[in-house]
C-alpha cells in the first residue's frame, strides 16, 4: 500500500520555543520550510537539515500547513493581517502555537474562513525543555476535523495525553489564560507571603523551613522560597505580558476577575523591567514588592 504523502509544514518564529519544534518536526520526517526574522536563526534551522524561507510570504506559499511561534499576540496579529491571510488558498491549515488573544484569534479566523482556510489556535506550555523534548501541553481550539486532521502534527510537538481538544475556535486561547493564571496568581500569591514575611524581618530560610518542604501547595511554596533565597526572586515570573490577553477576554465575557486585575494593576506601576522566558520584557513582581525594603536585590 501506497504511503500517504506528508504535508509541507512552513514554520514562521524560530525562537527559544519554535526553534525546537521546527527540528523536531523536521526530525519527524515532515518536509518542513523555516522562518525567522533573526537570519542566525534560520541558519541554525538549515544546519539541522531543513530549509529555510527567503520571508514570510514565501514560507506561506509554499506550504500546505503553516505554524506560527511568535512572541506576543500583537506580533501574530500582525503576520496575521500582512501575511497570512493576503496568501492563504483554499484548503490551507493555520496552526498559532503562540498566547494570542480570544478575540482577536476569532477575527483572524473568521477572516481566513473566508479565504477557504482554516486557523487552529493550539498555544502550548512546558518552555524550552518541553519544546526540545516532545512533551509540550497543547491548548487546542478550531473545526474539530481539521484538528482531528492535524493531530499527528500535534503530538510530535506535545505528550500525546496533553494535547487536548478544548472547544471551538478561541478555546485553546482560553484554556491556556487557565493555566497561566493558575502558575502566574499561585506564584504571585507565594512570593507575596515570602514577602511579609521578610520585609517584618524575619530570615528567609527560617520561613522557608517553618512553611515550606513539605506536599502539595508547601511544595509550590518551597520552589518560590529557595529561589528567593537563592537571589532569583526577581527572575520570577507572573506572566505579566499576557494578563492583559486575559483581562480582554473576561471583560468581552462580561465576568470578573478581581485577583488578575489587581496583579496587573500593581505590576504596572513598578519600575523595574525584566525579561520573560519568551524574552518579552516584563515586571518584577518580587522586585516591586520588596522596593523599599532590604529583601530587595542589588
Known amino acids: 500500500m501506497k504511503s500517504q504523502k506528508l504535508p509541507t509544514i512552513g514554520f514562521i518564529g524560530l525562537g527559544n520555543m519554535g526553534g525546537r519544534m521546527a527540528k523536531n518536526l523536521h526530525n519527524a520526517g515532515y518536509p518542513l520550510i523555516g522562518y525567522d526574522i533573526d537570519t542566525a536563526k534560520c541558519t541554525t534551522l538549515t544546519a539541522a537539515g531543513a530549509t529555510a524561507g527567503n520571508d514570510t510570504t514565501q514560507v506561506v506559499e509554499n506550504s500546505d500547513v503553516v505554524m506560527t511561534s511568535l ?9 496575521a493581517e500582512q501575511h497570512l491571510i493576503p ?3 483554499d484548503g490551507h491549515i493555520f496552526i498559532d502555537l ?12 473568521t ?6 482556510a482554516t486557523l487552529i489556535d493550539a498555544p502550548v506550555s512546558g518552555g524550552p525543555h518541553g519544546s526540545e523534548t516532545g512533551t509540550l501541553r497543547i491548548f487546542v481550539g478550531g473545526d474539530a476535523e481539521v484538528v ?6 500535534l503530538e510530535i510537538l506535545g505528550e500525546p495525553k496533553y ?6 475556535s478561541g478555546s485553546g486561547q482560553i484554556v491556556k489564560g487557565v493555566n497561566q493564571l493558575a502558575m502566574g496568581l499561585g506564584d504571585a500569591a507565594f512570593m507575596e507571603a515570602m514577602a ?3 520585609c517584618a524581618g524575619v530570615d528567609p530560610t527560617a520561613i522557608r523551613e517553618a512553611v515550606g518542604m513539605g506536599d502539595g501547595w508547601r511544595g509550590q511554596f518551597d520552589r518560590i522560597a529557595e529561589r528567593i533565597i537563592d537571589g532569583e526572586g526577581k527572575n520570577l515570573v507572573v506572566k505579566y505580558p499576557e494578563l492583559p490577553y486575559f483581562l480582554a477576554a473576561a471583560e468581552a465575557a462580561g465576568f470578573e476577575t478581581p485577583l488578575t486585575e489587581a496583579l496587573y494593576e500593581f505590576c504596572k506601576n513598578g519600575n523595574y523591567e525584566m525579561f520573560d522566558n519568551m524574552n518579552r520584557p516584563s515586571r518584577s513582581f518580587w522586585r516591586t514588592l520588596t522596593k523599599d525594603s532590604e529583601a530587595e536585590e542589588d
Open 196 to 198: 511579609f514575611g521578610i
Open 71 to 79: 512572541r506576543s499576540s500583537d506580533v501574530f496579529c500582525s503576520v
Open 163 to 168: 494535547v487536548v481538544y478544548c472547544g471551538p
Open 111 to 116: 477572516a481566513l474562513t473566508e479565504k477557504g
Open 87 to 89: 496568501n492563504a488558498r
Open 98 to 109: 503562540g498566547t494570542t488573544e480570544v478575540e482577536k484569534t476569532r477575527e483572524i479566523e
Open 148 to 153: 482531528k486532521k492535524c493531530r499527528q502534527i
